[in-house]
């Protein structure tokens, strides 16, 4: 009897151990599979783009592939607002772009709040631009203010969404500008460059890595910098021609709510030695991106400082109350 419930005890330690050892090495090994990475967008625009480029040396890194998936509607809000239901182990990573995910949800009601996501790096940020057609009759900003002068309205321009970083900037420049134009918002820049493309708008309001994928076609009129775009040295910056824009939209990623913090710094480190990777550097700037390197252990000051900068900002232009 003594021999048998000693037996009993052994195997339930072993048991025990065995489940700890194999949690820890699970925990360890992470990932230990493919992680899917939802873009909230259409294909074909920037977090497509970037994604597309991320998953070689994702593979590299990790010996894991990196699945790219779209939800695209609202903006960005429809997946934003079902990333909660998600699982929270790390193999489920989505999109986050700013400041969609801080005007939205002060906007109205779109299902999510800003802290409803738990973003662990962001990698790179694109300037606003004025994009045209090659053959469109605005060779410069002035045409195209002076035709929204002429004809309140009757200027069109697509952009990525309502309260996304395009809607953002088509308010402000309204105001330097005074002019009224007719903002029309898409699913996602893809689609939003396929209707300038298609002649359903005279203008886009797009980034500088449009103009980049899009140079025998599009041509940029301004792009809200500091300073002028390497790859576009010909292009003036809004400052330059008096109107005081700089902004763009800034592209990371998030996981559910709850996602361990130990798998999210994985994630973070991983996607941190993916940026730092001169090869794919050089591939960006090529893509009229420019690169920024915010890792989980500084997201909460780099989120609070943009909440801050873009609530002003809406609040200042009219786009939230």
Known sequence: MRFNRLSRIVAVLSLALGSSFLTNASAEEFPAGDVQYVIPFGPGGESDISARLQQKYFQEITGQQLIVQYMPGGGGAVGWSQLS????????????????????????????????????????????????????????LDDLIQAAKDAPGAVTLSGSGTYSANDVANTRFQQLADVTTTYIPFKGTGAAVTA?????????????????????????????????HPLFPDVPTFRELGYDMVGGAY??????????????????????????????????????????????ENMDTFISEQQRVYEASARESGLID
């Open 85 to 140: 239901q998600m699982p929270k182990d790390g193999y489920t990573i989505m999109g986050s772009n700013l400041p969609h995910i801080i005007l939205k949800p002060l906007g109205k009601n779109v299902g999510f709040q800003t802290e409803d996501l738990d973003n662990f790096f962001y990698f790179h940020y694109s300037p606003d631009a004025i994009l045209v057609r090659n053959d469109s009759p605005y060779k410069t």
């Open 196 to 228: 300038l493309l298609g002649g359903q708008v005279q203008a886009e309001w797009g980034y500088t890595t449009v103009a980049a994928n899009h140079q025998d076609k599009l041509r940029m009129l301004a792009v809200s910098a500091e300073e002028r």
């Open 251 to 296: 592209r990371g990623m998030a996981v559910p709510k709850g996602t361990p913090e130990k798998v999210q710094k994985t994630l973070s480190d991983i996607f941190q030695q993916i940026n730092r990777n001169p090869e794919f550097q050089q591939k960006m700037q090529d893509l009229g991106f420019m690169l920024i390197d915010v890792p989980l």
